[in-house]
């Protein structure tokens, strides 16, 4: 199925979000709960799946792409937004944590991208948003965001977002990249992914990096962030007070009441 042709904008720096304009009856898809806002005559429908397939799946097609979606912990549902008016009509989708939303054209890469699981924000209609298992158990059980990955396929455009500042680099044949679990973003579909343990006592105990690498080799596209939402929420979680008590002299709204109470 060949994707409808969008036209975007992106707005913002650290906390970007996407404006797509989309002709008379162009349809873009994206998670649910990513739509920040939309014109009058985009209407929305709620679907099963990525509405990629021609004609209807069926049940058990639709079951089946919706338990897909489940492992990799996204929601059973997708969003899609169609433009039923007679002009051009904008709708427009928020990154969910601080970062940048990444465009990306399958047709210039390939046909196919694979990305970290909650990386992918919204595609033209008729990319197939699916899954892609790493067959190595090394993967399967060090590879820190987990070794079940997305991957999109067709010949739209889609949109993917990531933590912090995202870098693109370009491997050669056989050139290798390490690269912290949690930091990779996406990869072409011709890039060799495995896991490498860092090695030594002191590396391993004391270093602080994680003990796994994740070990890309060329040739192809990898898309990295600098923060990864898993890091940024385990420092806000270690900054948190540990329990309501901690809470006094805090700024908490009770104050000195609250201590009064206690004593």
């Known amino acids: 199925m060949k994707s409808h042709e969008l036209d975007y904008k992106l707005h913002g720096d650290d906390m970007q979000f996407v404006e797509i304009e989309l002709d008379p009856k162009e349809t873009v898809i994206a998670e ?8 009058q005559n985009i209407m929305m ?95 399967g059980f060090f590879g820190g965001e987990g070794f079940i990955l997305q991957k999109l396929e067709g010949d739209g455009l889609c949109f993917i977002h990531a933590g912090g500042t995202i870098i693109k680099k370009e491997l050669q044949h056989g050139q290798k990249l390490k690269v912290d679990t949690g930091c990779l973003v996406a990869m072409t579909k011709d890039i060799k992914y495995d896991i490498e343990f860092v090695g030594g006592i002191k590396n391993t105990l004391f270093g602080g990096e994680g003990v796994f690498f994740a070990s890309l080799t060329g040739p192809g596209d990898v898309w990295i962030q600098s923060l990864p939402f898993s890091r940024l929420a385990s420092k806000v979680f270690a900054s948190a007070p540990q329990a309501y008590g901690d809470q006094k002299g805090e700024g908490s709204i009770l104050g000195s009441l609250g201590n009064f109470f206690e004593n």
């Open 32 to 39: 649910a709960g990513a739509m920040m806002m939309m014109d």
């Open 45 to 139: 429908e709620t679907i099963f799946g990525d509405g990629s397939k021609k004609g209807s799946p069926g049940l058990f097609g639709a079951l089946g792409g919706a338990a897909k979606r489940v492992l990799t912990g996204e929601s059973l549902f997708m969003t899609s937004f169609t433009n039923e008016g007679h002009e051009k009509e904008r709708v427009s989708f928020a990154s969910p944590y601080p970062g940048k939303i990444i465009p990306v054209d399958l047709s210039q890469l390939g046909g196919k991208l694979i990305c970290q699981k909650d990386a992918f924000l919204c595609a033209a209609k008729g990319v197939s948003v699916g899954i892609d298992f790493k067959k190595k158990l090394s993967v």
